[in-house]
Structures are given as C-alpha cells and as structure tokens.
C-alpha cells in the first residue's frame, strides 16, 4: 500500500499526492492529522490494519471533442474497462455479472441538478442502463429526484463531478441528498453531516461509476463556462469517501494550475465526516490505491 497510484512503468507516492501548501491546507480542512500530512520513512502507512479501498480510472482522449461534444461509443467503452479493472474479472460480461444479479431491482442515481447544472452526461446513464439490462436484472430504475430508492435492491451511484459552494465538491455523497426529505438542512458547517443520508442506502450501493469527462472546477451558483474542463475521464470505486477525496484532489490541482497560485476549495467538511462520523470509507491517501489506464495528458494525480 505504499503507492497511492499504480501504473506499469510509474509509481506515485503519498508525497506526491499531498505535495504543496495548498494539498497540505486542504488536508487539515478534511480532517487529516498534520502528522499525515508528512511522507513517512517506513514502509508501514498510518492504519495499516485496515484494508485500502482501491479506485481505477480510465481517461480517453477521444471521449470529449474540443466542442464537448460526448463520443457515446468511446464512453460506453472506457466504463467496461473500468469496471473490468476494478473487478479482476477477465471479461466485461462477467464483470457486470459480479455486481449485477438476476433477482436485482436496480436503481441508477445520476445527477440532474438544475442549480449547478453540470448534469451526469446522458451517455453515461445509457452505458450503465443498457450493462444493467444485458446482466439480467430483474427491474431498473433509473433516475434523480424521482428515483424509487426504496423500492430497489441495489444502486448504482453515477455522479457528475463539480466544486460545490457549500459543499465543497460535490461527487458520489452529495449524489444521495435528495434521497432526504429535507436535502437543504444538509448544507450547514459545510455539509459536515452529508454522510447521514447514506446510512439507510449504504449497504445498497454496490457501485460508484463517476462521470469526470467535463467537471467544472469554478466557484458557483452560477456556472462559468471557463472552469469546465475535458478531463475525459470514468472512475470507479466503492467507497464513496475516497472516490470524493480523489476527485477533490484532482479539480483542487485544476485550480491551482488555471490560476498560477493556490486557489483553495472551500474545507470539504463532508468528506471528513463520512469517515469520521459516519464510517463510511477512508480519505486518507494512504489507504487510496488509484489504477489507472488510458490517456495520461494533464491526469493531475
């Protein structure tokens, strides 16, 4: 576990990822000891008794064109790859199969926020649906606000990915908030108590599968579309902490490298208390494995 990343033929260690004072700022927001925030000597990381939670992410150049205009075949594609590496199965099918069962009904949580309007892109939503149909599941759901959670046996969380004024960046937690019949109460001491609303779904999700083909790294309400960006990227994991943790820490170096200085993200508050408070996966870097694979220009982790 002493590699945050791995990749044939490169290795990128904690230093690397929590490199920088604007990193470093970042961490004591989230929560993370100052004594974390110094690359150890040994070999042994803080908390090794508990297991990594592993994310892999797949980038692919053709994804997004320079209009942002979405290849929905490439798209299709680079969520199999994904998967398959997440799974360690040999074959996309079985794959799928792995998550996704016969007596399933399953729900797909995308986002379609119209206050920060950085929607999960409909390619996406099409790529998970029409896998969840070949696998064999018995009903899907697929939806936002209106989605019938309690109704399904399984979710499938597919967020978008975008810097959040109250939140700090909204991912896979803040994906679930309207699962809440008051979502706004969940928008004080910056969102620090987000994680309650995953408490009855957790055990539900069986999969998180992030759109980061266009994020946007900007301040809002109102979105400018100067700080949207083709990332050209899928990631998949499980553990919703640490797929949050990544993301902020990729849009954080997008920041940064936009405006030539530090340009901090508001203390994401509800990512240290989904671990912290509601046990809900790990944000910290040493028990964060990230696979990658495909196009690696400006991967910025």
Sequence with gaps: MKDFIEKPGRSITRRDFMKGTALGALSIAMGIPSARLIAETSEVPFGAESPESVITLVRNQA??????????????????????????????????????????????????????????????????????KESGAKKLHAGD??????????????????????????????????????????????SEKLGEVWLPVKDKTRLIIVDFLRPYFGPGPQINPAYRWNYNGILVGTDPVAVDTVCLKICQEKRNAFKGEEWLIAPPKSISGADAKYGLGTSDPLKIKVIRSGWDKDTMI
Aim: net charge neutral; with cysteine; proline share 4%.
């Design 63 to 132: 994804a997004v064109s320079d209009a942002g205009e979405i290849d929905a075949k490439v798209v299709s594609e680079m969520i199999d790859t994904a998967l398959t590496l997440f799974s360690g199965e040999k074959s996309t099918g079985d794959a799928w199969k792995k998550y996704i069962h016969a007596e399933d009904t399953v729900g797909i949580k995308y986002t379609r926020c119209s206050w920060m309007r950085i929607p999960t892109e409909q390619a996406v939503v099409d790529a998970v649906s029409r896998r969840v």
């Design 145 to 190: 606000g209106g989605l019938p959670f309690k109704e399904c046996s399984v979710l499938l969380n597919v967020p978008s990915v975008k810097v959040h004024t109250l939140t700090g960046i909204a991912v896979s937690l803040k994906n679930y908030i309207n699962f809440s019949p008051n979502p706004s109460a969940y928008h004080h001491e910056g």
